[in-house]
């Protein structure tokens, strides 16, 4: 999977100052254009909802955070980056204005995408010197959030630009769905714009108001949508005979003239101002910000549940996850001489109880994780646990000496009290990130043979890691509250 550490982003509207965020959480380096001077007051404000988010999203902790810098010109961007965004509004000219500047100080090998809604790559790439070099990478708002990214080739673009820029994309989280044959609008905006159509007729001949037909879609169809799309919702809808059935019994209807799809309504004045006071009546009572972080939550708690379920967009959510949480060190460059750091997060808010505090389960559940690291990184990971045998944890003492708040993060660090044969002795401190200890754990665990379920010993791999890490931490002072029972005096 191609990694980046550097990427220009040229315009930070509402789609670029997304893309800035989701680049810059990721640990990349971002260089920024954008005349206006009120861009990095609006972007720094989405990166702070980006940051807000994810706290609640993922479980491991991001990288560190990428340094964000605003250029004068397109010209220093390019020179800086390994890959470029293009964000800038919807018109042709301006677009090619911008690559145009780009190619004249950028090497041959620089990436440049597009966020175009609709335009076609080919239109795009047709005055450009190195056409293979540019793609469509069209994302949904919020960028830091949803994770599609529509990716379409012109006529010109080489698959290997193409291959490439999945592969960034899917580093950073996102679920890049290559279109293989170019056409106005692609594919999502062409299904938004018909939803869209028919609901500018129903609000131009008074059918329903704008809310009346936000209702029907986030009360219904909506939530269905969110983790099936349509045509796995209609394959439902037939039954047991499923697709075909559907078909068969309500494909007749698309003949009657329920639908305005081929017209649109003309924009009046008065149209326009009907949709606008709609709206205003419907959301004018939330500012702009509160819909915005109200959305971030929403969208947050549905990916974690798609997540749990593994489905969906919940599936690109678990791999990005996954792949963060697997990037530690090297065994043979660990250093065994001090407590081992083993896991870090951010409260979630469903972590905590009516007072905001984490509740005593959490305790556990990140003291569980510690562990869980711990046997990863002596070599009893998922494969070994699969073909060979696991820890069962048989004891656990937890002293909970400091309350922690929805948001705020924390990490743990590891001593091997005890790590010979089939026994493996564990303390664990509990952190606030400024350093103040939250809890200490103290875990007996044997491992065991999954398939006798009876104690074993560990594969040869595992007791040589393990023993390592043992023969230097036995050395290292006892951990203050190490044997204690419950209702020893502090």
């Known amino acids: 999977m191609k990694s980046i550490k550097s990427a220009g982003v040229i315009g930070a509207g509402v789609i670029g100052s997304g893309w800035i ?5 990721n640990g990349i380096d971002v260089c920024v254009f954008d005349p206006s001077k009120d861009a990095p007051k609006s972007v720094e ?97 919020p960028v830091y959030l949803l994770p599609l990214v529509e990716v379409v080739g012109g006529s010109k673009t080489s698959q290997k630009v193409i291959d490439e820029t999945c592969s960034i994309f899917s580093n950073i989280g996102m679920f890049p769905l290559y279109i293989k044959k170019e056409i106005p609008a692609f594919i999502a905006d062409r299904l938004l714009e018909s939803v869209w159509r028919e609901a500018l007729w129903l609000v131009n001949d ?20 969110a983790q099936m799309g349509l045509f796995e919702t209609y394959r439902l809808a037939g039954g047991e005979a499923g697709m075909r059935h559907f078909i068969s019994q309500f494909g007749p209807c698309l003949e009657w003239p329920w639908t305005h799809l081929m017209d649109v309504p003309e924009f009046t004045e008065e149209l326009v101002d009907k949709v606008s006071n709609q709206s205003d009546d419907q959301s004018g009572k939330h500012s702009i910000d509160e819909l915005m972080q109200k959305r971030d939550d929403n969208l947050v708690d549905f ?16 791999e990005f ?122 875990h007996m665990l044997i491992h065991v ?22 023969s230097a931490h036995k050395n290292l002072p006892k951990p203050e509250g190490l044997s204690r029972a419950v209702g020893d005096k502090v």
Request: include cysteine; charged fraction near 25%; hydrophobic fraction near 35%.
């Open 21 to 25: 965020a989701r680049l810059i959480l």
């Open 45 to 141: 404000k989405v990166i702070n909802n980006a940051e807000r988010a994810y706290k609640n999203l993922l479980r491991s902790p991001l990288p560190k955070k990428g340094v964000l810098s605003f250029l004068d010109t397109v010209s220093e961007v390019a020179k800086s980056s390994e890959i470029i965004i293009e964000a800038v509004p919807e018109r042709l000219s301006a677009k090619q204005s911008v690559y145009k500047e780009i190619e004249l100080n950028a090497s041959n090998e620089l990436i440049i995408t597009s966020s175009t809604s609709g335009i076609l790559p080919s239109d795009l790439q047709s005055e450009m010197k190195n056409p293979e070099r540019l793609t469509v990478a069209h994302p949904f708002n």
């Open 206 to 225: 008074d059918i329903a108001t704008t809310e009346e037909i936000d209702d029907a879609i986030r009360y219904g169809f909506g939530l269905r949508w």
């Open 303 to 318: 990916l974690k549940v798609l997540k749990e379920n593994r489905w969906g967009a919940g599936n690109t959510l678990k």
């Open 321 to 442: 996850d996954d792949s963060l949480g697997n990037s530690r060190i090297d065994f043979s460059e660990l250093d065994v001489s001090k407590p081992l750091k083993t896991f870090s997060t951010h409260i979630p808010k469903d972590w905590a109880d009516y007072n905001g505090h984490m509740t005593e389960a959490r305790y556990l559940d990140c003291f569980s994780e510690a562990t869980t690291e711990l046997m990863a990184i002596i070599g009893a990971d998922e494969e070994y646990i699969a073909n060979i045998g696991s820890y069962f944890t048989v004891e656990t003492h937890i002293r909970h000496l400091d309350e922690v708040l929805i948001g705020e993060g924390i990490y743990s660090k590891t001593q091997v009290i005890y790590g010979e044969n089939k026994k493996l002795h564990l303390f664990h401190w509990l952190h606030h990130n400024d350093g103040r200890l939250l809890a200490t754990a103290e």
């Open 449 to 470: 043979d999954l398939k006798t379920r009876g104690a074993s010993m560990p594969g040869d791999s595992v007791i040589e890691k393990m023993e390592r890490i043992y």
